[in-house]
């Protein structure tokens, strides 16, 4: 972990419970206040989960200023303000710092893309404008684009760039990537069905799917690991794995938004292009989680 460490463990990327006529806060501090009493370690708003790409501006801001206000500093809060504008980035950026954020989310630009050269100056220009670390976040599935080692390397250095969301599903440049950066970058699993092996290359935990449903235990995953009980860790990470499938089984977040939904926690809504999950996928993952013990 680096001097400038946002957090250890597992961190949520929480939904943001909506109806037809916008966020339900009132469920949003229920499961925000929920996440925390569970022992999550950090909780991510307004990202891919989140529907941060089909919240307005308006509510975007106020679903930040919202977590930051509601954690009360229990918990760091790290905004996703990422943008394929980076402008717009960067005034999401200083709004989340102003509000007290302690860190931002910030994911590759999706649609324009960018060469590596574009990378480094657009997050560079991000983290001058930032007061609070940056995430760079590489989900070369989802954004077309995706971040070379050589790319975190030349960026490690920047005093506002603290760690890597990693979703690019490739161990072997995750491995690369450590060996560039050490110990200046912290590296967080952006998948659930990789955080132990990211874990093993000096990983400082999960920016998680999962631990919506289970904070606790996907907090618990990590803990095991980094207190030397490598074996059980090993196995929460066999064990949930089924579970994790089926949270993917279709476009994160329509399935995690169904299994919320079930436990009580926010509608199955989601704004279009998302729909609700199918009727054949859905009996799957409400029959894991019953088999979890998470709904009756």
Request: charged content about 20%.
């Amino acid at each position: 972990m680096k001097q400038n460490s946002i957090f250890r463990g597992a961190a949520t990327a929480l939904i943001t419970p909506l109806t037809r006529d916008g966020i339900d806060f009132a469920q949003f501090k229920r499961l925000i206040d929920w996440q925390i009493d569970e022992g999550i370690d950090a909780l991510v708003i307004a990202g891919t989960t989140g529907e941060g790409s089909t919240l307005t501006d308006a509510e975007h801001r106020e679903a930040i200023r919202f977590a930051v206000e509601t954690a009360a500093g229990r918990v760091p809060i790290i905004a996703g303000t990422g943008s394929n504008d980076t402008d717009y980035a960067i005034d999401l950026t200083r709004f989340s710092c102003e509000v007290g954020a302690d860190a931002m989310l910030v994911v590759t630009p999706y649609y324009n893309k960018a060469t590596q050269k574009g990378l480094i100056r657009m997050y560079e220009t991000i983290a001058d404008a930032s007061t609070k670390p940056l995430i760079l976040y590489n989900v070369p599935s989802r954004t077309g684009v995706g971040i070379e080692p050589k790319t975190y390397q030349a960026l490690a250095d920047h005093p506002m760039i603290s760690a890597i969301k990693e979703a690019n599903g490739n161990i072997s440049k995750i491995v690369e990537t450590r060996a560039l950066v050490g110990d200046k970058l912290d590296i967080y699993s952006g998948n659930d069905d990789q955080v132990v092996p990211i874990l093993s290359v000096g990983g400082a935990g999960v920016i998680s799917v999962l631990s919506n449903l289970l904070p606790r235990q996907t907090s618990e995953m990590c803990k095991r690991f980094f207190a030397g009980d490598l074996e059980g860790s090993l196995r929460m990470q066999l064990d949930y794995l089924p579970l994790i499938n089926a949270l993917f089984s279709e476009v994160n977040p329509i399935p995690v938004k169904a299994a919320m939904a079930a436990m009580g926690y926010c509608e199955d809504f989601l704004r279009l292009p998302l729909t609700p999950m199918e009727d054949e996928h859905r009996a799957v993952l409400l029959s894991l989680m019953r088999a979890h013990g998470l709904i009756a």
